[in-house]
């Protein structure tokens, strides 16, 4: 993956963050991270889920966040320092799938991306980097710790990569566009919520296809090149996190019952869909009798 070297990057967005100390988990009640991702993703306070409110200290409750240094990424001001630096590519992929989604979804306004590492305060309650990279709907705003991209790998087996980066921020992006259009809202209207058929399991596929539609439009004005070998990047990384993958590392077992994001198959798929296609339209996962 490699972005015009001349091209002009927009940091207006993105911000950076290091949290101090080692935070607590988010919640109480051992979550988990598949628990975890599902109650930021869907706006509930994981304290909520987590069986009690925030209390402070130990293991249940929340650490106070601190930032200790705040970056304004003067660093990133081409796509050259895109290719070069972690962080200038996030900003640069932030640009690429902003011009894409205003120009798909009229008077869309884009979310804000904050990079932190320890943890992080947000609308949906504190978060270490455990929870790994999330949409926040109170905040419209995306959040990650770069070091998931290397748990990715280590963790979930996932062939990393640029372009494995991209493909989880442009499904993150995609939280946001459900967000502000209200599928987010009425997914939670729906009476099965978990499953490989339920309503965040759909609401996640239609975020991986959302990803592969920006994919598929995002080389079009030239800011952005990409091949078939960074495909297989975003589609090793969609099948890492998916819910029998992650299951199975954890827990060594499958319950497809209490899925939440998908089987590594269905995300793969949907993220095709969204790559061939190219039109979000393709991507109407809750009118599908199957995904």
Known sequence: MDFKDSARLDTSRVSTSRGRGRGAAIGGGGLGIVGLLLALVLGVNPADLGGGAATGGGTGGFAQDTAVSTGDLQQCQTGADADADEQCRVVGLDNSLTDYWTGAVRGLEPPSTRIFQGSVTTGCGQA???VGPFYCPPD???FLDLGFFDELETTYGAQG???AQAYVLAHE???HVQNVTGTSE???RLPEQTGPQGASTRLELQADCYAGVWAANAQRDGFL???ETDIVEGLSAAAAVGDDRIQEASRGRVDP????HGSAEQRQKWFRTGLSKADPRACDTFAAPRV
């Open 186 to 188: 009425r997914s939670r």
């Open 173 to 175: 992006y995609g939280h």
């Open 140 to 142: 419209q705003g995306i």
């Open 161 to 163: 990569g640029d372009f």
């Open 257 to 260: 019952e209490s899925w939440t």
């Open 225 to 227: 090149t990409f091949d």
């Open 128 to 130: 270490t980097s455990a």
